[in-house]
């Protein structure tokens, strides 16, 4: 298995944090972890921050967790996926999501309009560039090139290179495209405990394209914090689960609250949820129960941590995406070499 970590977030900004992000990335490649994501939402970008850190490193691989596909054209995006695999000594994974209403359409000011269409066409466009080939579709969402302008299909300038592509999907259809589609799958809202909750969608799509699961790589994130006292790591975890549940999406489509759902957690979701958007955020943080986070963090001692890595293993996890928790920098990138450690011996 894999080892990955996350770079930037959320809320990501600020040149402290940035360079704390860089240590860390430097640091991880030093311990042997495989790959770093850059998260995009509504701080930082996804893309910048790996063309820093492709100066900066030599062998881990770089990866955008995500690219939102709203943001940007399937030009662009090839474009600068091409871009970074040249700077990067084809070290990069271009990972794309559709994000959720709330992001596309207020921050952006798109329409959340068919977004697995456009998440499928633009795969198929980026492919088309980095193959080489003129960029001509005449897709439902996009056409290529536009109707009645004056415009001709074009190719990139580039020369045609293989990039991996991954998508961070959870609902059942965008799974199942995944599964047909993609080279990985970048998961949250996973536990192994009922690994199917996504899995089955993802093996069903792939199955229909003529492939198995085991033609993609199944990336998937989880917190890690090995202590012997979890409860007060376990109490603060339900803030982040609870927001997620309520706040990363609409008050009607939540994906991150239906993927839970989807894994046994449907009651504590629907309360979690109505607490929240009734601003009652606090009863909303309580609401969450301690088994959700239990099962999907790396929290306790040794022998917890090593035991729920096997379930990892054994549900077909391939890439595991770690988020160690520490007081400061240096015991962040303590824990993290533990864990690192504790997966290769549990999985190689």
Known sequence: ???????????????????ATVELAIEAEKL???????????????????AYLAARTTRMHLGTGIMQVCARTPASTAMTAMTLATISHERFLLGLGNSGPQVVEGLHGQPFD????????????????CRGEKLQTDGGVFKLPRPGGQGKALRLAQPPMEVPIYLATLAPRALEMTGALADGWLGTSFTPDAPEAHLDSLRRGAESAGRTLGDLALSVDTTVAITDDPEPLIASQKVQLAFQLSAMGSPTLNFYNDAYARAGFQDACTEVRD?????????????????????????????????????????????????PIGADSAAQIETLGQAVEWVHDETD
């Open 32 to 50: 042997g972890v495989d790959q770093a994501w850059s998260a995009e939402a509504w701080g930082m970008d996804a893309v910048a921050p790996l």
């Open 114 to 129: 068919r977004p697995l269409t456009r998440m499928r066409e633009t795969v198929e466009i980026v492919r088309m560039a």
């Open 275 to 323: 607490l929240w958007l009734a601003r009652k955020r606090d009863e909303a943080i309580r609401a969450v129960p301690d088994e959700m986070v239990w099962a999907t963090t790396l929290i306790g001692d040794e022998s917890r941590v090593r035991e729920r890595i096997r379930k990892y293993r054994d549900a077909g996890i391939t890439e595991l995406m770690l988020h």
């Open 1 to 19: 298995m894999k080892t990955a970590i996350r770079v930037g977030g959320p809320a990501s900004g600020g040149r402290e944090q940035f360079e």
